[in-house]
């Protein structure tokens, strides 16, 4: 059998130690960066308004429900947020009924998100009338447009750094809570 001095056996443990704490760091650094990321999109999404809701339920006009991420009140009025998780190069536009995600050499399509905010708008401006609606499709992912980003579109970089002080009318202030009195009671059914 082999022996190992005492400062090798100190450095046997250093190994060790270094061992367990690196190993799940590096199995885990994905979840990491994910609850990173979801971390980093809360507190963009909380500096664009004094008041936010997550997971607004309106209805669809045909016995279903249409779900927006999120949803802001600002002083310019109601805005709603959705969430978009992408990676790689996006590709669309404002009036295309189909986008392209290409990354790792793969392309793939997916529905123009920004044919969703218009309808889920409409239907807010339905349930809050002459209250400004306003949408954006936040792309989340580590993503870019490398042609023109369209109208709506946003990554979470372009959103503000700081919170800006904001005076939201009063008027404002009652359709935010009738927008959240519907939405409970279509939850609640």
Same mark, same amino acid.
């Given at each position: 059998?082999?022996? !190992?001095? &005492?400062?090798?056996?100190?450095?046997?443990?250093?190994?060790?130690?270094?061992?367990?704490?690196?190993?799940?760091? !590096?199995?885990?650094?994905?979840?990491?960066?994910?609850?990173?990321?979801?971390?980093?999109?809360?507190?963009? #999404?909380?500096? !664009?308004? @004094?008041?936010?809701?997550?997971?607004?339920?309106?209805?669809?006009?045909?016995?279903?429900?249409?779900? %927006?991420?999120?949803?802001?009140? %600002?002083?310019?009025? #109601?805005?709603?947020?959705?969430? +978009?998780?992408?990676?790689?190069? #996006?590709?669309?536009?404002?009036?295309?009924?189909?986008?392209?995600?290409?990354?790792?050499?793969?392309?793939?399509?997916? @529905?123009? /998100?920004?044919?969703?905010?218009?309808?889920? &708008?409409?239907?807010?401006? &339905?349930?809050? @009338? +002459? #209250?400004?609606? &306003?949408?954006?499709?936040?792309?989340?992912?580590?993503?870019?447009? @490398?042609?023109?980003? /369209?109208?709506?579109?946003?990554?979470?970089?372009?959103?503000?750094?700081?919170?800006?002080?904001?005076?939201?009318?009063?008027?404002?202030?009652?359709?935010?809570?009738?927008?959240?009195?519907?939405?409970?009671?279509?939850?609640?059914?």
């Amino acid at each position: 059998m082999f022996s !190992l001095s &005492s400062v090798q056996f100190q450095w046997l443990l250093v190994a060790l130690a270094a061992l367990v704490l690196v190993v799940p760091l !590096l199995l885990f650094r994905q979840r990491l960066s994910a609850s990173l990321k979801q971390y980093q999109l809360r507190q963009a #999404i909380r500096r !664009l308004g @004094p008041k936010v809701h997550r997971d607004l339920l309106v209805p669809d006009g045909l016995d279903g429900v249409l779900v %927006t991420d999120y949803v802001v009140l %600002t002083h310019k009025g #109601i805005l709603l947020v959705m969430v +978009n998780w992408y990676e790689g190069n #996006i590709f669309g536009g404002k009036d295309t009924d189909q986008w392209a995600q290409v990354w790792r050499g793969a392309s793939n399509r997916f @529905p123009n /998100p920004l044919h969703e905010l218009q309808l889920i &708008s409409a239907t807010v401006k &339905s349930l809050v @009338p +002459n #209250i400004p609606v &306003s949408g954006i499709v936040l792309f989340a992912g580590d993503c870019r447009f @490398p042609k023109d980003k /369209p109208a709506g579109a946003c990554l979470l970089d372009d959103l503000p750094r700081q919170r800006r002080k904001q005076v939201v009318p009063p008027r404002f202030e009652t359709a935010w809570e009738l927008l959240l009195a519907k939405a409970d009671m279509l939850s609640v059914n």
